[in-house]
């Protein structure tokens, strides 16, 4: 074994397994629905225990737009009458009194989950309760804009619990230009069992339901607790993890609330480089990421002038949940990543993932090079369930301390310490310049590939390769002033995150659909001018356009600053 490794193994030593323990337990007797008194009481734990290790910290008060769902129900009328158990989604249309209508199936679904297809898919919509396996953000919207009434989607695998879920389409709280964007048909889930007995039934003949929805939408005064740990410069890592859940939440999320807790803890008496900042969200489940982007809002210039690096963290400590995959942007240095897995795993991780689009990745809009996420998950065979950490007890009732496995809480806080005292001592940020260029190069030929020809790319291929010789240049010149390179690495680095992860402005957020890379690019994927209708193509083409722009200029504007960095 390596002295590196070594190192790293003895960092577990610094862990408290009985305080992991103990802040699990605490943490998930309560149901931590943001802005709820039990949530509350959450907050007032963090910060009793940042106190007592004297920890700096504040407790933010805002005031957001939660969503909260409380009933749903599909009662089958036409031809026999049954009840189908179902949950309403958060951020779909509150309708106690009910709406009546024909179902209609989504054949396509089955196959894809896409917003994509032939005209008459959408056009047989118009009035119909729509019956599918896609409940998707932009798949909601666009058979609302269709003319659909209501939608019941069927959990694509097995388990008898219906999961919370949300199609909030806005990221964080509305403001006057987006909230009526939000949903406006109602929307339940329903267990894959009951799906397919409730498509067995449309087989044979028309069925007609009653879709029943309760959801408190309102303002809520919320916290947002976040430790300060100075370091002995300005810069800092940001560390966060939402404290709010879907009922008690053991793994998803007060396993990382103890972690960060824990963190908090050890890097109080250690001294670092650079700063570390720890932040429990809350609006994560109902409100669609309200806190994180509460706090991009509020402070976004210290983000923008000081943060290097933001790791996110949920659901560790999953029983069964063995394998460790990083997510990232490319631009991370992967070996340092790697590194510390296999030291802390005894096995590298299989394959590393873009960051998705949820997360609390409210951030893209600041220059921050560095983001990380790990995802844990089963192995292989033990994959059954189509949820995010492949548990069936994600987002239920069920998700409870027995689920939590200390042993692997352990683990993934040694993770998360090495990774983090790696990144607050290193001398020169770990980022790889050239690797983000290749991939995104290889991204981008991607597109070009799949989509009409008449979506022109020359001009952006062209800057990615004039940016190339430009990275190349910088990454073979003598780095004399660690400082002002890291500066250089955090400007450069947080423009390139921005494009590849971004289409919205430095201020604003992108919607809640799903994700691409280079998704103000990648929205061209598939669209041909034989299977989309003339006008979206039109409002396609012009937004392409207007991203191409976006995407060319910044990149000269990358090429400026670096330039100005070698004269």
């Excluded at 329903?190 to 408190?216: C, F, P, S, Y």
């Excluded at 096995?347 to 590393?352: H, L, T, Y």
Aim: net charge negative; hydrophobic share 35%; proline share 4%.
């Amino acid at each position: 074994m390596d002295t590196q490794s070594i190192n790293y193994k003895k960092l577990l030593e610094l862990i408290d397994i009985n305080l992991l323990t103990q802040h699990v337990e605490t943490l998930s007797q309560w149901e931590r629905l943001t802005g709820e008194e039990e949530a509350e009481k959450a907050v007032d734990y963090i910060v009793e225990d940042l106190q007592k290790h004297h920890i700096q910290h504040n407790r933010y008060q805002f005031d957001g737009y939660f969503s909260d769902p409380v009933y749903g129900q599909v009662s089958v009328i036409v031809p026999k009458k049954i009840d189908i158990r179902a949950k309403t989604r958060s951020f779909g249309l509150h309708l106690p009194q009910g709406i009546t209508g024909d179902l209609i199936y989504d054949f396509d679904s089955e196959k894809r989950r896409s917003v994509n297809g032939p005209v008459e898919r959408f056009e047989k919509m118009k009035d119909k309760i729509v019956v599918s396996w896609d409940y998707y953000e932009n798949y909601v919207k666009k058979i609302e804009s269709a003319g659909a009434i209501g939608l019941v989607h069927i959990w694509p695998s097995t388990e008898d619990a219906i999961h919370e879920e949300t199609v909030g389409t806005v990221w964080g709280t509305p403001t006057i230009e987006n909230v009526d964007q939000l949903t406006k048909i109602p929307v339940v889930g329903i267990n894959h069992h009951d799906g397919l007995q409730l498509l067995e039934l449309m087989r044979d003949e028309a069925v007609t339901v009653n879709l029943k929805t309760i959801v408190k939408n309102g303002i809520k005064r919320v916290s947002l607790p976040v430790a300060t740990i100075p370091g002995e410069m300005d810069e800092y890592i940001l560390i966060s993890g939402h404290y709010d859940s879907w009922h008690k939440g053991a793994t998803d999320n007060a396993t990382a609330n103890a972690l960060m807790l824990e963190l908090a803890r050890i890097f109080s008496t250690k001294p670092c480089k650079r700063g570390i900042k720890i932040a429990w969200w809350p609006g994560h489940s109902n409100g669609r990421y309200a806190g994180s982007a509460w706090y991009c809002d509020h402070f976004w210039q210290e983000i923008n002038e000081q943060c290097v690096a933001h790791i996110n963290i949920d659901f560790p400590g999953t029983k069964g949940n063995v394998n460790v995959v990083p997510r990232w942007t490319s631009l991370e240095n992967a070996q340092f990543i790697k590194d510390i897995i296999t030291s802390l795993t005894e096995k590298e991780p299989s394959r590393f993932e873009y960051l998705p689009r949820g997360a609390d990745q409210s951030f893209w809009g600041t220059n921050i090079p560095i983001h990380l996420m790990l995802k844990y998950e089963p192995i292989e065979e033990d994959k059954i369930y189509l949820t995010p950490g492949g548990n069936w007890w994600w987002h239920t009732e069920e998700d409870l301390f027995d689920k939590v496995d200390v042993n692997l809480l352990v683990r993934d806080t040694g993770i998360h310490l090495a990774l983090l005292d790696e990144l607050a001592n290193i001398n020169i940020l770990p980022v790889n310049l050239i690797n983000f260029i290749t991939t995104s190069r290889k991204i981008i030929q991607e597109l070009d590939k799949s989509s009409d020809q008449v979506f022109d790319f020359t001009i952006v291929h062209q800057s990615l390769d004039n940016l190339t010789v430009v990275i190349q240049e910088l990454s073979g010149s003598e780095v004399l002033d660690a400082n002002k390179y890291n500066k250089l690495l955090k400007t450069i680095g947080g423009t390139l995150n921005r494009l590849k992860f971004s289409y919205s402005n430095k201020y604003d957020y992108d919607n809640t659909f799903p994700f691409r890379p280079y998704p103000g690019l990648a929205k061209v994927k598939d669209i041909y001018r034989s299977n989309t209708p003339p006008e979206e193509f039109l409002f396609t083409m012009t937004f392409f356009v207007r991203q191409r722009n976006r995407v060319v200029n910044e990149i000269k504007e990358i090429m400026e600053e670096i330039k100005r960095y070698l004269v």
